[in-house]
């Protein structure tokens, strides 16, 4: 087997590399002064069942250009099969027609892959659980919801309370409140302006502890999660707490988060945080064991 990065999240790369005790391969990947990308594969891949890795994140069209690229170098230079590891899957939350004329991105983007040759996928905590339907090739959907219990299992129980951000996130509460011996849970009904994507209202179903972990799938701009916890904290929550898998932090999110009504954010590193988008309630748990063990599993 042989394991390649692009540039999105070659820390965790490296890391997964290790676990499997190999070493990343060797791409040539030029930009241009016009932001072309050239791509080439050094190794011989020839015959070779490869593994490339590649995030999205804050650049989605940048990455997405750059695998592009390196998934045809992969397949005109006669791999056997390509496993696609992409820690986070962007556009996925376009995954349905919100507003009638819009385009489904992720449709586009599963059709772009499965055109250049990836023979199975490994990705965590989609948006929606039908995402790997819409994939034809195999799909293997991990979750971070083991390593938040793990961590939370660790941790003092008393009056803790899970709560999801919005109603699509309640499965997510329900699984993780299991992995942690029955934790209450509640959730916020979030409502979205569809056309600016504005949050308008939100209301509390059930009830609120003194001590909050909100749970949510993707953190952009992290507006969600600054109203979830002031409308926890005005319902009686004295701690609000945050378990996210994918950091996007977007524009001024990781100033607006280290200075909101949250006591300390925890995510994964399915995403790179370089130093200057990190910030002191921030906490980065790492996704690398059970990737190599899922790709192990092939
Ligand atoms: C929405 O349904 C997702 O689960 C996240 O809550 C949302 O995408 C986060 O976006 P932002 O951080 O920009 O509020």
Redesign the pocket.
Known sequence: MLIFSGGSNRPLAEKVARELGLSLGNLEIITFPDNENRVRVIDRVLGEDVVVIQSTGISPNLYYMELFFILDSMKRSGARSITLVIPYLGYQ?QDHIFRDGEAVSLEVIVKLLESMGVTRVISYDF?SVKIPVIFKVPVTHLSALEIFAEHINKMDKTDLVLVS??M??IARIKKLSELTGGLPFASIE?N?DLDT?D?ESEKMHGEVGKRVIIV????????????AADLLRKNGAEEVSVM?THA?F?KT?PKDLENSSITKIIVTDTLRLPKKRTFPKLQVLSVSSPLSKAIKEE
């Not at 949510?216 to 109203?227: C, E, F, H, M, N």
């Open positions: 939350r948006h951000p919005d699509g996130g979030k979205r994507g949050i949510d799938d993707v953190v952009s701009t992290g507006k969600t999660l600054i109203a996210a996007i977007a999110a």
